[in-house]
Each structure stands twice: as structure tokens, then as C-alpha cells.
């Protein structure tokens, strides 16, 4: 099974080839939110349409770069 590493903001998460697909498939078509702070008052909120394509990146990773990743577990903290 194929897999693909998608990278939004600063993490990245492994998903099979399908849901990738289907994950940049709802991005393309989402609605753009932020909350803007008011100072001393109640925030405000905002809704639009996106103005250009969203940035993640999405790399496909082979099955044995999986499996090696996956016998590897996750990174140790240096201290």
C-alpha cells in the first residue's frame, strides 16, 4: 500500500495514498477562518472565499521507507 507524507504547518503525518487524495481534494474547496483579536473588546470573526491555492506539501513515500520509519519508532529528545 502506498503512502504519502503530508506536511501542514510544522508536523507531518503519514496516510495511505486514498485519504491524501481526498484530503487535498477538501482543501481545495474549503473556506478560509481567522479570529482577530480586539483588544478590550469581543474578537471578530471572518469567512472567506480562498484567494489562491492553500500551501501543504505531499510526498509520496515508498513501502520500504515505511517500514524502516515504522521499525525505527518515534525520534529520542536530546537532552
Not at 33 to 59: C, D, I, L, P, R
Amino acid at each position: 500500500m502506498s503512502r504519502c507524507v503530508i506536511q501542514l504547518g510544522y508536523k507531518n503525518y503519514i496516510v495511505n495514498t486514498e485519504q491524501a487524495i481526498r484530503l487535498a481534494e477538501m482543501l481545495s474547496t474549503a473556506e478560509m477562518f481567522e479570529e482577530k483579536y480586539q483588544s478590550g473588546q469581543t474578537n471578530t470573526f471572518h469567512v472567506w472565499e480562498q484567494e489562491e491555492a492553500g500551501k501543504f506539501n505531499m510526498t509520496i513515500l515508498p513501502d520500504s521507507v515505511y517500514r524502516i520509519g515504522k521499525l525505527a519508532g518515534k525520534p529520542e529528545e536530546k537532552k
